[in-house]
């Protein structure tokens, strides 16, 4: 009778030694899972972070693209309107000003008839006397033509850096009728 006792004594002992070694081994298997949990987590939201900033700056440069190339149409017609006035000199550094920001903002249909405007109608009026009060002009129209230069690939805009250039030079030289 004493022995039946002892031997439930000893396995209720042993499963409770086998119980608590069960359960610091499923809790710290328990707390691996979750630091590995963790981790994965974590690298999935920086590697989440770091496409979402990624798409951000590419949204930004599109915007910043785009606001340029309104910016070029607020001084096109602006550049149309001293045109219409016969305002040459003040045409001249208006559509200076829109051909740098379609430049910038990429458009290029806009930035070839600003510039056919520059080069054909206001550089051929404008004269020595109207680039010397304001040297403004002709440093703007030089950064122009460097901003063509820097981007003329397969010499897209070759013809017309080359009128600018020679209308500029004309310009310079040319007398008040």
Do not use: W
Request: proline share 2%; charged share 30%; hydrophobic share 35%.
């Amino acid at each position: 009778m004493l022995v039946p006792v002892i031997v439930q004594f000893y396995q209720n002992r042993i499963l409770k030694i086998e119980s608590e070694t069960l359960a610091n081994f499923l809790r710290d298997e328990l707390n691996k899972v979750k630091i590995e949990l963790s981790e994965q987590t974590k690298s999935e939201m920086e590697r989440q972070k770091a496409l979402l900033k990624e798409k951000i700056e590419e949204i930004e440069t599109e915007l910043k693209t785009k606001i340029s190339a309104v910016k070029g149409v607020s001084f096109h017609v602006q550049g149309l309107l001293s045109l219409t006035q016969e305002k040459f000199s003040e045409s001249l550094e208006v559509l200076t000003t829109a051909a740098s920001f379609y430049l910038e903002g990429e458009d290029e249909l806009n930035l070839r008839r600003v510039l056919i405007m520059i080069a054909e109608t206001c550089l051929p009026e404008v004269t020595k006397k109207d680039l010397s009060p304001s040297p403004r002009i002709e440093k703007n129209l030089q950064s122009l033509v460097k901003e063509l230069e820097s981007k003329n690939i397969n010499n897209r805009y070759f013809d017309l850096i080359h009128s600018i250039s020679t209308e500029l030079q004309l310009a310079k030289e040319r007398d008040s009728d």
